[in-house]
């Protein structure tokens, strides 16, 4: 008989989302390496949706996100729901209606409409202005009339404390009687301002039992022994105290694999010891629960090189890494026009789905009223109603897409699993805004789909996901000054570098700076000079380094780049900026961190240059719309590098290789 292969995911409750995905990619790799596989899921998950290929056992009342956040009330709950509701839609009046234009220039009205054009349609909306002004005007009026008690009542106010400061029986007697007020209210404001612990405390404690109960649940029905193996791929601390209390006291049976993939230190690396005292309680917790659960086989996981040395930071076990299972092999098609822009997954905040209008507008004219892009957005919103820049951005794509029909194509709706993998796959070029911080540590699902189909990105700067294809981007980097006309290549100890006026020379080959003391260079540009190639040894975790572009009077062209370089292999860090046609010298200033043995190259090319390979990465959201340019301008080259890197990707990151290690 087979051996079991159980994957609880307790936040599964559709076919819809990575968590499905994550799953089904991972249980049909075990059912290849001989496997009975099994699904415990969400109580949500409706049986109509339950696949056929293994058993699914919808147990789990609580999902991951459940034991975050703050318990209610309905009451409570309600009343919350419609203060928030009734903010973003007094949020969205203020930024898009006739009130909020008015509210805006109300101390300036007279200023605004004589800025106006003498055209027709301008003259038409003052029709309506007009009316609307002298409408708020008169509001306004009666509302400051109705004030008035209002102020009479502080007159009153400033009138006690001028009594208080007299000294004497008035004094004492209002001091009095002021104490007792404030005694007599210091226990329910007390209580109130501890509330939302306790309240947190008791959700937390409710999805810990909730855990428990439902695992145990599952164990009784399942009866797992020796040789099975329990994966569970994404678990939280209270998760895995939930999971020791359930197992404390029963015998050793199969073999545990709990994959954390949250981080826990914010931010990035260099402040991490900073950060120490926020892990403090879950160092205890974890360690308390490892104990609890010693006599079962427990093995420990991340997905991110960078999040098991977080995790390995606590020293209550050896976290190791493992591949991410949910890959898809390239379908081959051909590069015509126009070109799928996609962009996966809910919008969101977090993953810059508001800096897509600004984008699509940059690109208007000359690519997508020209038919050589269009753009296919999922669009469905994580939580009701949605965050406020991602209900204001998708109002704006509808605008954009009822603009050019077929053009925009947006998706208010989850997918199918089936849908999501054609999506993924049919996309040219693949946009992931996300938060440089928060992914810091993070992986991205879509990232590693996207790579494994051989499909173009563009990502930020100093994130786990410009991290994963970095030695492509150095190995390119390093072709470039032969595929220069000319170039002029200078060392660091050839610059001359001054840091507060005063000259500074570079120390054992090393120069470091700090963003309010930065070590400044000045390069003359060469004529014909048309990229500026950084090469360096980063020996920390990462660099900043500022590049500022200006003509022949001295003025800045654009703006200044702040660019974040991160050591790759051997802790080499490579960087390719375009120069403008009037730039006539470029300043190089250190920011952050230290470098060693840096080359500034000045190079001249015939004909254009793509700056990346398998994708492009930016370090302002000002260089996006630059750098799809780039991305469109050089398909060719950037899908050729994506498909040859793609398949040394696909040789790790692929669902058949974790099944392998889990159960090695």
């Known amino acids: 008989m087979a051996n079991k292969f159980i994957l609880i995911d307790q936040s599964i409750s559709s076919i819809a989302g990575h968590h499905y995905e994550y799953a089904m990619h991972v249980l049909e790799a075990a059912q290849r390496a001989g496997f009975e596989p099994y699904l415990a ?32 009330s309905s009451i409570v709950k309600w009343l ?15 930024h898009f209606s006739l009130f909020g234009l008015l509210w805006a220039v109300r101390h300036r009205f007279t200023e605004f409409l ?39 009542l502080i007159f009153l106010w400033r009138s006690t404390g001028r009594l208080m400061l007299a000294g004497g029986f008035p004094q004492l007697y209002l001091k009095e009687l002021y104490w007792e007020v404030a005694d007599t209210l210091r226990l329910p404001r007390e209580l109130m301002a501890r509330r939302i612990g306790y309240m947190k405390w008791w959700k937390q404690y409710r999805s810990l039992r909730s855990f428990q109960k439902d695992t145990e649940q599952m164990l009784d029905r399942l009866r797992p022994g020796a040789g099975d193996i329990v994966f569970i791929p994404t678990l939280s601390a209270i998760d895995m105290m939930g999971l020791a209390e359930a197992l404390k006291s029963r015998p050793a049976g199969p073999s545990w694999h709990l994959l954390f993939r949250r981080d826990i230190y914010p931010g990035r690396e260099a402040g991490y010891d900073q950060h120490e005292w926020r892990v403090q309680g879950l160092r205890q917790s974890m360690a308390v629960s490892r104990e609890k659960m010693q006599a079962h086989d427990v093995r420990f996981y991340t997905d991110t090189d960078e999040l098991t040395q977080q995790y390995n930071r606590l020293g209550v076990g050896e976290f190791r890494t493992v591949p991410i299972p949910h890959t898809h092999a390239a379908v081959p098609k051909p590069a015509a026009l126009p070109l ?5 997954g809910d919008a969101r905040r977090e993953k810059g ?13 000359d690519y997508i009223a020209t038919g ?3 753009f296919h957005l999922q669009s469905n919103f994580n939580i009701p109603n949605g965050e406020p820049e991602a209900v204001i951005a998708r109002r704006q794509l509808e605008y954009f897409a009822a603009k050019k029909p077929g053009a925009v194509e947006l998706f208010t ?51 786990w996901l410009a991290r994963q294809f970095q030695p492509a981007w150095n190995a390119y980097h390093a072709t470039v000054l032969e595929q220069a006309a000319s170039h002029t290549s200078l060392g660091m100890e050839e610059l001359s570098w001054t840091l507060d006026g005063a000259g500074v020379d570079p120390v054992d080959g090393e120069l470091s700076g700090v963003d309010r003391a930065k070590p400044t260079a000045l390069l003359a540009v ?34 200044r780049m702040r660019r974040v370089l991160e050591p790759g292999k051997k802790g080499k860090a490579t960087d390719l900026v375009a120069i403008h046609d009037r730039a006539r010298k470029i300043t190089l200033a250190l920011g952050g961190g230290t470098v060693r043995g840096l080359g500034v190259h000045l190079l001249s090319c015939e004909g254009s240059l793509p700056l990346g390979a398998v994708g492009v990465v930016y370090h302002d959201t000002a260089e996006i719309a630059p750098l799809v340019r780039d991305l469109v301008e050089h398909h060719e080259h950037y899908l050729k590098t994506a498909r040859a890197f793609a398949r040394n990707w696909q040789s790790y990151h692929n669902s058949d290789r974790l099944v392998g290690e889990i159960a090695g």
């Not at 799928?340 to 996966?344: A, E, L, Q």
């Not at 999501?420 to 993070?442: C, E, I, P």
């Not at 090469?535 to 003025?555: H, T």
Request: glycine share 4%; no cysteine; aromatic share 10%.
């Open 372 to 374: 050589k892009l269009t």
């Open 80 to 94: 919350q729901r419609r203060y928030r509701a009734l903010r973003f839609r007094y949020r969205l009046s203020y």
């Open 526 to 559: 060469p004529t014909g000079a048309t990229h500026l190639l950084l090469d360096m040894e980063v020996p920390a975790k990462e660099a900043v380094i500022y590049v500022e572009q200006s003509d022949a009077a001295g003025y800045r062209i654009g703006r």
């Open 41 to 72: 899921a969400n109580r949500r998950f409706p049986p109509e949706q339950h696949p056929p290929q293994w058993r699914t056992l919808p147990l789990y009342e609580a999902g991951f996100w459940d034991s975050e956040g703050v318990a209610e």
């Open 340 to 344: 799928r822009v996609i962009y996966v």
């Open 114 to 152: 004589l800025q106006q054009p003498l055209d027709r349609t301008h003259l038409a909306s003052l029709v309506t202005l007009l009316p609307a002004a002298v409408l708020l005007k008169l509001a306004r009026l009666v509302l400051l009339l109705l004030l008035l008690p209002v102020m009479v």
């Open 353 to 365: 789905y508001h800096f897509i209008p600004r984008l699509m507008e940059d690109l208007w004219t």
């Open 413 to 463: 709706k989850p997918l199918t699993s089936a849908q999501y993998k054609d999506f993924v796959l049919s996309g040219d070029l693949n946009l992931l805004f996300y938060d440089a911080n928060n992914y810091y540590a993070r992986s991205s699902g879509i990232l590693v789909e996207s790579l494994s189909a051989g499909m173009p990105v563009i990502v930020p700067a100093g994130s």
